[in-house]
Every structure is written in C-alpha cells, then in structure tokens.
C-alpha cells in the first residue's frame, strides 16, 4: 500500500471596514501541485470572508478528488482565524445540538456558511489548524496578499 501524501490548505479573510469590502484566498499544496485561489465580495465581514477562503478552497479539493484529478488525502486546513478553528473544532457540535443558537442563545452568525463548510468537513475529513498570522509563514503571508486582492477588487 503506498502512502499519499497529505494535501495542506492555507486560508485567509480580509476586510477594509468591518462591515466593508472583504476579500478571502487559499492556498492548496497537493497532488504535486500549488494552487490559489480567491475572491471577494462588495460589503461583508471579515469573519465570513475567512469562513468563505475555506468554503471554497475545500470546494475545489473536493470537485478535484470527485473528477480524480486529485487523489483522496488527509486535508489539513491552516487558518489564522481563531473564529474558523474554533468553530470547526470546538463550537459546531453545540451549535448543531442547540438549533444553530450560542451558548448565550443568540442565532449563531453566518450559519449559511458554516452549514456549507460542516458538509464539506464531513465530506472530506478535514482537519483545522491554527497558525499565526503575519508572522512570516510563506504560505499565509501568500493569502493575505490574496485576499486583499478581493478587497481591491470589490473597492471599485
């Protein structure tokens, strides 16, 4: 049996205001391969624009592995966002268990994206890790510039 090595994900969100334009971007090393990709949207969050550079970067490794263009692999997902890594690692199965409600019983904010980056988690087993940010880590400092890219962009 060979050994397929794992396929590392690196997110990032950005925003110029919060609420204001907001850019996210990912890096994916995997399959032999680094790609990126990113986005934006005129007035958001910088807590959804983090939770958007995971829904898509995790979207795109998932439609590569269903085409068998990549192969299945652990997924490791680094994040800078304690909101993502929280979330996914500690917050979702009481928000789940509680109606999507906090624990302060307030509606859990994004829900939309969540619930998408939950299925994809499940679909594809992927793991969060949290990484400083700004601190020098090639593959993060890479997002950022990504993602503030999308902020550019939605500024027009």
């Known amino acids: ?63 590569r592995i269903a085409s068998g263009e990549m192969r299945p692999a652990p997924i490791k997902v680094h994040t800078d966002s304690q909101y993502v890594k929280n979330g996914m690692s500690t917050w979702l199965t009481a928000w789940k268990r509680n109606g ?17 980056l939950d299925g994809l988690t499940q679909k594809t087993g992927a793991a969060y890790v949290w990484v400083k940010g700004h601190a020098g880590e090639v593959w993060n400092e890479r997002c950022d510039v990504l993602a503030r890219q999308g902020v550019t962009e939605n500024q027009r």
């Not at 110029?16 to 934006?40: A, F, K, M, Q, T």
């Not at 999507?100 to 998408?116: C, G, H, M, Q, Y």
């Open 1 to 63: 049996m060979s050994l397929v090595a794992p396929i590392t994900i690196y997110t990032d969100g950005a925003c110029s205001g919060n609420p204001g334009p907001g850019g996210w971007g990912w890096v994916c090393l995997g399959g032999g391969e680094i790609r990126e990709g990113y986005g934006g949207a005129p007035a958001t969050t910088n807590n959804r624009m983090e939770l958007q550079a995971a829904v898509d970067a995790l979207e795109q490794v998932a439609a």
């Open 100 to 116: 999507w409600r906090t624990a302060s019983k307030d509606p859990v904010k994004n829900r939309d994206l969540w619930e998408i």
